[in-house]
């Protein structure tokens, strides 16, 4: 029941929204509870959703028509804004719980859980490996994972929101990564990929930040050729200007030779010769952080797997094989 700039903040994942007021709504009644008191406010609110009172029956009725069990209803606090709506459902003889705290109390929950300890496991490997293929190709043989660039809706560099969806707020993006988080509890080993603090916008909560930190690492391995297919594979169809445009935020980093050539390369529609370029930087970032990670605990690097020559599901097979990874829960 929440106004749609708060929806779009962050909300239950999976949840619609029917918004009790609009965003200036909520603001006036807002205003009015502060300098008026609550008689004003409810007043207010009335005199806003009165009109309405019909399209928000029609709305519930046809929610309560699609879903499992009875309509579940929440606001900020599970206050007036779902105990009105509420009430309606019940004039409407629909079925209808109110989430007790709101989705406050959810956020509570989605908090404490990114601070619990999880048995965190990470997959690593430079830019073009196939890592996130290989986490998905192992998810669908039992593996517990969370998929962070999926659910950032990013693929972790420059380049990574192209021809993706865009990304959730922050707030959203913890709510999504507590789910699934949960949603493997009991597991041995969540796996991960290897991700730098932010992937695009969003940032990697601070208490599973630290357990990635501190996490066993095993590395995949593929030839530069093949690194170079998969890079054209994902980014080939994006087109110029979208791939001249990422390159161009990075140039500083890129260096200018390095910047003129992918853009030349670019412009001539030489994927691979663009992807080269920025392999070489992007392959001594990944060193440099394999390293430190290594050397703050040996124990933590599990090993380095060469899958040359294998796509994602025989890759898979064969980190299931023989490299200590575990399927099933607990």
């Not at 996130?132 to 809706?153: C, I």
Request: with cysteine; aromatic share 6%.
């Amino acid at each position: 029941m929440r106004a749609p700039a708060e929806f779009a903040q962050g909300h239950l994942p999976g949840a619609r929204n029917l918004p009790l007021f609009s965003d200036e709504g909520r603001a006036a009644v807002g205003t009015a509870y502060k300098q008026q008191g609550r008689q004003a406010a409810i007043q207010l609110g009335l005199e806003l959703v009165g009109p309405r009172l019909a399209e928000l029956g029609a709305a519930l009725s046809a929610a309560a028509a699609e879903a499992h069990g009875p309509l579940r209803l929440h606001c900020w606090r599970g206050g007036m804004r779902s105990e009105s709506v509420a009430w309606l459902a019940r004039q409407l003889e629909l079925p209808v719980v109110v989430l007790e705290g709101g989705y406050k109390s959810f956020r509570r929950w989605v908090l404490g859980r990114l601070e619990q300890p999880w048995p965190v496991h990470l997959l690593g490997g430079r830019t073009g490996t196939g890592k996130t293929d290989l986490l998905l190709a192992l998810r669908r043989r039992g593996v517990a994972v969370v998929d962070l660039e999926g659910l950032a809706h990013h693929r972790g560099s420059s380049f990574g929101g192209l021809g993706l969806p865009p990304q959730p707020s922050n707030e959203h993006y913890e709510n999504r990564l507590a789910l699934e988080l949960e949603r493997q509890r009991g597991a041995r080993q969540i796996w991960l990929e290897a991700e730098s603090a932010q992937v695009g916008r969003c940032r990697i909560p601070a208490g599973l930040w630290r357990q990635m930190q501190q996490a066993p690492l095993l590395e995949i391995r593929r030839p530069l050729e093949e690194r170079l297919q998969q890079l054209v594979a994902v980014y080939g169809g994006q087109g110029q200007a979208p791939l001249r445009e990422a390159t161009e935020r990075i140039a500083r980093r890129l260096g200018p030779q390095r910047t003129a050539a992918a853009l030349e390369a670019i412009d001539q529609g030489d994927w691979a010769g663009a992807a080269r370029q920025m392999l070489d930087y992007y392959d001594r970032c990944y060193d440099h952080e394999l390293a430190r990670h290594g050397e703050t605990d040996q124990r933590r690097l599990l090993g380095s797997h060469d899958l040359g020559g294998l796509d994602a599901e025989q890759g898979a097979e064969r980190l299931l094989a023989s490299a200590g990874i575990s399927a099933g829960g607990g």
